[in-house]
């Protein structure tokens, strides 16, 4: 059985603490800490694999559609959460006697873009081709980045739209800047063992350099010479179009981000081709002759004009937390309250990846800490049908917006159903569902990362100890648990809106993989087995502090002198 490595230090507390909850019985005559967790700690059992898996393959399945904040999933994700704590009892301490905690953000939408086409000769203009892009509506483009401002100018087809200095390719000049630029978004690094192109120069880079650096009005890609690959691309771009961005909280938006100025627009090969003057079918024989001799090309200013014209504003955006809560046993500590949170939000609809899927169900970030909290839920509410009951209440928070900048955590804590004094400790779950590469390596999955507790307080570090003893005695690695680790997970998830306030947390997290923030990160890709064993180990979490006979206090002082300034 793997013991984590501790200090002397800790193994005394804990010992301390598992003599003192043996033996300290509640101001009031009723059960001890002792006899209370005796009775709660056998129903981590109740949490089976099977529930875990039922609950995870609705809520991440492509029915829900990624659960995007502002989209139609969320909200279906919402009412699934609702109704399963309303069918196990727990209490509605939302608006008006529900599970929801409603609320706006703000946020900026785009109804559609315009793109028309002129052609220019001499003085004489004329105007050859309008389309509009909008949602469900594909048209010969569609959008990749920006657009909802006005972008015009004159077309300059740029080659690949690099300079390569080192080998003496340079596809930009003066001409590009403040018009459109035409290119083909395949860049020929190794071609038949030879570099062509320097491997630092890449799709970024090299976006960022004509727009950022060159200045260029907006650019035209061609990344599709088939037509129907193409129009299988469109359509689902299509569909993604107009979902909101740039969320913030109604009640704290200082100022309104500007639009991207520019435009990034994948093109028709039809439209590429008529840019170009040539045959559709003629599009891989033009970069083929491109590559051939990359240094001779020099960028062509054609005469075509383009103008596009969106159509973005910003607009109210209805969100909730679901939440619930289990009332503690008693009479002395039930106002006192333990928050269990997760985020049941995810990317929702987003740009396809290479196998076109464009729904990012979300499994493990966060599907599997929002199962787990309905599951511990659902342990809980069998505990209290068999008279077994928490001194202290329990909240179960499901936030959401974490994606969009920890919003649904930050609406709560600003606005708590419970009082923020009366919180006595967090419990968050984010992503406990995977092994990450480090653990992968090593062929281990029993062990969880938790950031906070030790470096917030000493209390609810052992008592997390014990409630691990008491469980599945994973391995608790602590390495991502420092104040000044690069990474600052310590502020990254829901925890810390309750962190800025006091309150201590846990947050209990395995670490990201390759398939963090993609389409892939689906629930067959779980680690049930290990997954169980976490989600019982936060279960223990809960039931020792909503039992201890003292609450857990921030006592670190580096972490309050730092909470000061980040509040």
């Not at 003066?174 to 063992?193: C, K, Q, R």
């Not at 035209?220 to 979902?243: E, P, R, W, Y």
């Not at 051939?292 to 955006?317: C, M, Q």
Request: glycine letters at 8%.
């Amino acid at each position: 059985m793997y013991f984590t490595p501790m200090r002397l230090t800790l193994f005394t507390s804990i010992a301390l603490l598992l003599t003192v909850t043996a033996s300290c019985v509640s101001m009031t005559n009723g059960p001890s800490p002792a006899d209370r967790n005796e009775k709660l700690h056998p129903y981590q059992s109740a949490i089976t694999e099977q529930q875990l898996r039922d609950h995870l393959f609705l809520l991440a399945g492509d029915s829900l559609l990624g659960r995007g904040t502002g989209e139609p999933g969320i909200d279906m994700a919402a009412d699934y959460l609702a109704a399963r704590h309303a069918a196990i009892g727990m209490k509605a301490i939302g608006d008006n006697g529900t599970y929801f905690q409603n609320f706006n953000l703000n946020a900026r939408v785009n109804d559609y873009i315009s793109f028309d086409r002129f052609t220019i000769a001499g003085t004489d203009t004329q105007h050859v081709y309008n389309s509009r892009f909008e949602k469900d509506n594909p048209a010969g483009f569609y959008p990749m980045l920006g657009g909802e401002l006005p972008v015009e100018g004159r077309v300059v087809y740029a080659g690949l739209g690099i300079r390569d200095d080192g080998r003496g390719v340079d596809h930009l000049n003066a001409e590009i800047s403040g018009n459109w630029v035409l290119i083909f978004n395949d860049i020929p690094h190794v071609v038949d063992g030879d570099t062509l192109i320097s491997p630092a120069i890449t799709n970024r880079t090299r976006l960022n350099q004509l727009l950022f650096r060159e200045g260029v009005a907006g650019i035209l890609l061609v990344n599709h010479t088939d037509q129907d690959d193409f129009d299988s691309t469109a359509k689902i771009m299509a569909a993604i179009f107009g979902n909101p961005v740039g969320f913030q909280l109604e009640y704290m938006q200082t100022g309104r981000g500007a639009p991207m100025q520019s435009a990034i627009l994948s093109v028709s090969p039809a439209k590429a081709a008529a840019l170009l003057g040539i045959e559709a079918d003629e599009l891989n024989s033009q970069y083929d002759a491109l590559v051939s001799d990359l240094k001779a090309f020099k960028p062509v200013v054609t005469d075509h004009y383009i103008k596009t014209t969106g159509n973005s504003e910003y607009r109210a955006i209805p969100s909730k937390n679901v939440l619930s809560l289990l009332e503690g046993c008693d009479p002395d500590l039930k106002h006192e309250v333990v928050v269990i949170s997760a985020h049941y939000d995810h990317m929702g609809l987003d740009t396809p990846d290479a196998t076109g899927d464009y729904i990012y169900n979300g499994a493990d970030d966060n599907g599997s800490g929002t199962v787990a909290t309905l599951a511990i839920a659902e342990a809980l509410a069998e505990a209290r049908d068999n008279g077994a009951c928490p001194a202290r209440s329990v909240m179960f928070l499901h936030v959401t917006a974490e994606e969009r900048g920890l919003l649904g955590s930050r609406y709560y804590s600003d606005h708590p159903v419970m009082p923020i004094d009366n919180t006595v400790a967090n419990i968050n779950i984010d992503m406990i569902g995977r092994i990450d590469n480090h653990y992968q390596d090593e062929g281990f999955g029993d062990y969880i990362y938790i950031i906070g507790a030790e470096i917030i307080s000493s209390r609810l570090d052992s008592l997390l100890q014990v409630a691990n003893i008491k469980s599945e005695n994973l391995k608790l690695d602590m390495r991502y648990n420092d104040l000044d680790d690069p990474n600052q997970f310590y502020r990254r998830s829901d925890h810390w809106n309750f962190g800025r306030l006091g309150v201590p947390f846990a947050f209990f997290f395995t670490g990201v993989h390759a398939d963090y923030h993609r389409p892939s990160d689906t629930p067959d890709k779980i680690e049930y087995e290990h997954f169980l064993r976490r989600t019982r180990v936060a279960y223990s979490t809960v039931v020792e502090i909503a039992n201890a006979p003292e609450r857990p206090l921030v006592d670190s002082k580096e972490f309050i002198r730092r909470t000061e300034l980040g509040r």
